[in-house]
């Protein structure tokens, strides 16, 4: 099934993209002379990566200027008829993406790594949260509240790719009814399981409603709670 109608500016880009090839850097300028007419480049890089490409910018990878980009992984071939998923994205309001994040407290629910961190493994990195599906969205996921979660975009990115090296099930297993604090604790974990994702502990939240007080007023707390800490620990 072939067609004569030319590749709309999407297509083109990707076909661009994928010329470029994995492991190599492209700068917007490029693209721009490459596909002609195109506009709003990181709009452009955002559809595909919605689409398992692994674009990196400036803000994910200080290594790059921000005319550059890096392609990491090449996604699904629009450019060549591949059929784009049903994934969007677009289903997902910023009202709800705020909402979202705001519950998980602004971390990764996978690795736990909070927005703007750097990596503890790749300090050259940090982390963006990107909103992502518990069940994925091909395998009948909603875009419901609770089918979704903050992810970082390196969680995002692996969890479609399945060759980063798994954990041992039976080590997770033993791990995890082992867990200490006893029943609460493994009650807890179980709880997290059945959701996909972490919920909030009360020290967590009290730290975040923490975070969001002027510094002044952060000092003065935690000073206090300081004073309280050397006294019951001096008991
Ligand atoms: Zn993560």
New binding site residues.
């Given amino acids: 099934m072939t067609t004569d109608r030319p590749l709309s500016s999407g297509r083109r880009v990707a076909a661009f993209i994928a010329s470029v090839g994995e492991g190599n850097r492209f700068t917007k300028m490029e693209l721009f002379e490459a596909v002609p007419g195109v506009a709003q480049a990181d709009r452009r890089m955002r559809d595909l990566r919605e689409m398992g490409w692994q674009i990196d910018n400036y803000k994910i990878n200080p290594n790059l200027s921000p005319d550059q980009y890096l392609l990491r992984k090449v996604g699904i071939r629009i450019d060549r008829g591949e059929r784009r998923p049903a994934t969007a994205r677009r289903g997902i309001t910023g009202a709800k993406r705020r909402r979202i994040l705001e519950r998980d407290g602004r971390?990764?629910?996978?690795?736990?790594?909070a927005a703007g961190h750097a990596?503890p493994d790749e300090p050259s990195r940090t982390?963006t949260l990107t909103i992502g599906h518990v069940i994925p969205r091909e395998r009948g996921g909603s875009d419901n509240d609770e089918n979704l979660r903050a992810?970082?975009?390196?969680?995002?990115d692996?969890a479609r790719d399945v060759t980063v090296n798994p954990p041992d099930p039976e080590e997770v297993f033993t791990a995890a009814r082992n867990v200490k604090g006893g029943l609460k604790k493994k009650a807890e974990l179980y709880g997290w399981m059945l959701a996909g994702r972490r919920e909030l502990g009360d020290v967590e939240r009290i730290f975040l409603d923490w975070s969001k007080l002027p510094i002044e007023q952060r000092r003065d707390v935690r000073d206090r709670l300081g004073l309280e800490v050397v006294k019951d620990s001096t008991k």
Avoid: K, M, Y
């Fill in positions: 971390a990764c629910q996978v690795c736990g790594i990596f982390a992810e970082c975009q390196r969680c995002n692996e």
